[in-house]
C-alpha cells in the first residue's frame, strides 16, 4: 500500500513472479469451499468499558494517517462519517522481536494523547470501529517464531487495552508467516474476543490459497473480519478464469475478488482496496464509479465487464481506500460516492 510517510510507491511486482502463478494454483483454489463467516453484528462483549458497535453488513474502511505526507492533515474526529472503520497508521517494529508500538506524530496536531483517546471514543459512540494497522510500506515487524508470535499479541492486546482500539489491520508488506502471525492474531483474539481484524495484502499476496497471506486469512477465518486487498501498485495478474488483466479497470477488480471468494473466504470478507485519489498511488487509481460498478458485478451481476463471475455475493464487506486524508485532500469523493453505495447495497 501507499502508506509511506514520503508519500511516494514502488513497484513491488515482477514479471518474474507473474510468470510463477498458474493455472493449476488458480484452479487448486477453486475447489476450496467456504465457511462461515464470523458474525461480527454478535460479538462478545470483554468488559462494560468496551465497544460494543457491530460492523455493519456492507461497510467502508479507511486508513488514518498519524503522519504529514502532503495529504490533508486530520484529527480522527475529522474522517468522514461514510467510514466505517478506520484503521489508524500506524504501530511500528520496536526493539523486541515481534512487538509494536504506537506513537502519535506531533505533525497531526494533537495537543496530548488524552485527546486522541477522546476522539477513538467518539468515532465508537458514533458507531465506527478504530483499529490499529501493523506495518505500512516500510513498516518492518517480524512475526516469524513463538516469542516472536507471543510479543506481538502482548504489545498488541496492550495497545487496545492502552488507547481503546477495537482491532488490528495487518499490512506487512515485506514477508508474512502465516504459521505465526495466525498463532499472534489468535492470541489476541483469546484475550478480545471482539476484535475486529482487517488485513490488506497485495495483490501478489492472494493469488492462491498457498501463498502465506492467503494461509493466513484462512488460519483466522472464524474471526476474521475483511481482506482489502489493494488493487494497486501492482501491474496485471491473474483472474480466476485463468486470464490476466490489467489495473485500472472493473475486470481486474472482480476477477481478483473472484479468487478470494473461490479460495475459501466469506464474501462477508472480501473487500476492495483502492487509491481515493490519484495522487494516494503510484498506480491502479480508478474513478467511483468504476468501484462501484465492481461492487455491483460481485453483488448483484450487474455493471460487469467482460468478466462475469459466475455466481453473485451479496454479502460481500465493501470497499476500502488508502486514505481518509488523501480522499479529503480531492473533496470526499470517495466517501461521498463509493461510501453512499457501500451503504445502499442490498
Not at 518492518?140 to 488507547?163: C, I, K, P, Q, T
Request: charged residues 15%; proline residues 4%; negative net charge.
Amino acid at each position: 500500500m501507499v502508506r509511506a510517510r514520503s508519500g511516494t510507491s514502488k513497484n513491488r511486482l515482477t514479471a518474474r513472479l507473474l510468470a510463477a502463478l498458474t493455472a493449476t494454483a488458480l484452479t487448486s483454489a477453486g475447489i476450496l469451499a467456504a465457511g462461515t463467516a464470523h458474525a461480527s453484528g454478535n460479538r462478545p462483549q470483554p468488559s462494560p468499558a468496551a465497544h460494543t458497535a457491530a460492523v455493519p453488513r456492507h461497510a467502508v474502511t479507511g486508513y488514518w494517517q498519524n503522519f504529514n505526507n502532503g495529504a490533508t492533515v486530520q484529527k480522527l474526529k475529522d474522517v468522514d462519517d461514510a467510514y466505517d472503520i478506520i484503521a489508524v497508521s500506524f504501530a511500528e517494529a520496536t526493539g523486541t522481536p515481534g512487538a509494536v508500538d504506537f506513537h502519535l506524530d506531533p505533525a497531526v496536531g494533537y495537543g496530548s494523547t488524552d485527546e486522541f483517546k477522546a476522539d477513538i471514543k467518539a468515532k465508537q459512540a458514533a458507531g465506527k470501529s478504530v483499529i490499529l494497522s501493523v506495518g505500512g510500506e516500510k513498516g518492518a515487524v517480524s512475526v516469524n517464531d513463538d516469542a516472536s508470535a507471543r510479543n506481538f499479541a502482548d504489545s498488541l492486546n496492550g495497545l487496545m487495552n492502552a488507547y481503546g482500539f477495537d482491532g488490528v489491520d495487518i499490512d506487512l508488506e515485506n514477508g508474512l508467516n502465516a504459521t505465526y502471525m495466525t498463532q499472534a492474531l489468535t492470541a489476541v483474539h483469546a484475550r478480545h474476543s471482539d476484535v475486529v481484524v482487517t488485513m490488506a495484502p497485495q495483490t501478489i499476496d492472494m493469488q492462491s490459497p498457498q501463498n502465506e497471506y492467503f494461509k493466513t486469512a484462512l488460519g483466522i477465518k472464524d474471526f476474521l473480519t475483511v481482506v482489502n486487498m489493494q488493487y494497486y501498485n501492482s501491474g496485471s495478474m491473474n483472474g480466476c478464469d485463468g486470464k490476466v488483466y490489467s489495473q485500472g479497470s472493473v475486470d481486474f477488480l472482480t476477477s481478483l475478488a473472484c479468487i478470494q471468494l473461490a479460495g475459501g473466504l466469506d464474501p462477508s470478507q472480501v473487500g476492495i482496496g483502492v487509491p481515493a485519489s490519484s495522487r494516494a498511488a503510484g498506480s491502479g487509481y480508478v474513478a467511483p464509479s468504476v468501484v462501484n460498478a465492481a461492487l455491483d458485478c460481485l453483488t448483484q451481476g450487474t455493471s460487469c465487464g467482460s468478466f462475469k463471475p459466475s455466481k453473485t455475493y451479496p454479502g460481500l464487506r465493501g470497499a476500502m481506500a488508502w486514505s481518509t486524508n488523501w480522499d479529503a485532500a480531492g473533496g470526499g469523493e470517495f466517501a461521498r460516492q463509493v461510501g453512499a453505495h457501500v451503504h445502499g447495497l442490498p
